[in-house]
T-cell receptor, first 113, second 113 residues
Framework: KAGVTQTPRYLIKTRGQQVTLSCSPI?????VSWYQQTPGQGLQFLFE???????NKGNFPGRFSGRQFSNSRSEMNVSTLELGDSALYLC????????????FGPGTRLTVT | EDKVVQSPLSLVVHEGDTVTLNCSYE??????LLWYKQEKKAPTFLFML????IEKKSGRLSSILDKKELFSILNITATQTGDSAIYLC?????????????FGQGTRLTINP
């Protein structure tokens, strides 16, 4: 069974631009969560989607948004990029309900210059 | 505010040594505590702990949870250079049916030959 895939793997953007990252969950998984990982803050929860609905959101500004499609694939968007948005963005999928294990994708390394 | 604290943040030992990594937490609606190993990009799952006092083992790795004192430890015996990684502790919480992981900062473990 294929794992969680994320595209692109690496991205370089300039301040002020916007970016869209994509995540394809493991087949059959309907919950997709997004995390931001930085050296200073560690792994921080962005949001979680289930059946195209955002069920949970972390403490990030409105510039960070996401959505989930009917096939469970998810995208996250960051508008008006800032230098501090440089990070590894990880997506994780799980089967359905809390208590099911989350499997992580390889991440997208975003660098904002 | 939910908090997961890992210690030490960094550890350097020699091959063959035994290490103990610590994770303490203050998280509402606790469901489980998870340990992940992160070598390059995607964190890979090690253990999920839900009950106090029950040790989980996988080869040279073991972990235990104390829900009264709100901490967990991860032990690695007879360390090898391949154990060098960041070890992440995460607490899963349930919020209105949604799933969220709260991560610690991670412990960067370096095993020298």
């Amino acid at each position: 069974k294929a794992g969680v895939t994320q595209t692109p793997r690496y991205l370089i953007k300039t301040r002020g631009q916007q970016v869209t990252l994509s995540c394809s969950p493991i087949s059959g998984h309907r919950s997709v969560s997004w995390y931001q990982q930085t050296p200073g803050q560690g792994l921080q929860f962005l949001f979680e989607y289930f059946s195209e609905t955002q069920r949970n959101k972390g403490n990030f500004p409105g510039r960070f948004s996401g959505r989930q499609f009917s096939n469970s694939r998810s995208e996250m968007n960051v508008s008006t990029l800032e230098l501090g948005d440089s990070a590894l963005y990880l997506c994780a999928s799980s089967f359905q309900e809390p208590g099911f294990l989350q499997y992580f994708g390889p991440g997208t390394r975003l660098t904002v210059t | 505010e939910d908090k997961v604290v890992q210690s030490p943040l960094s550890l350097v030992v020699h091959e063959g040594d035994t290490v103990t990594l610590n994770c303490s937490y203050e998280v509402t609606n606790f469901r489980s505590l998870l340990w992940y190993k992160q070598e390059k990009k995607a964190p890979t799952f090690l253990f999920m702990l839900t009950s106090s006092g029950i040790e989980k083992k996988s080869g040279r790795l073991s972990s235990i949870l104390d829900k009264k004192e709100l901490f967990s430890i991860l032990n690695i015996t007879a360390t090898q250079t391949g154990d060098s990684a960041i070890y992440l502790c995460a607490v899963e919480k349930s919020i209105q049916g949604a799933q969220k992981l709260v991560f610690g900062q991670g412990t960067r473990l370096t095993i020298n030959p």
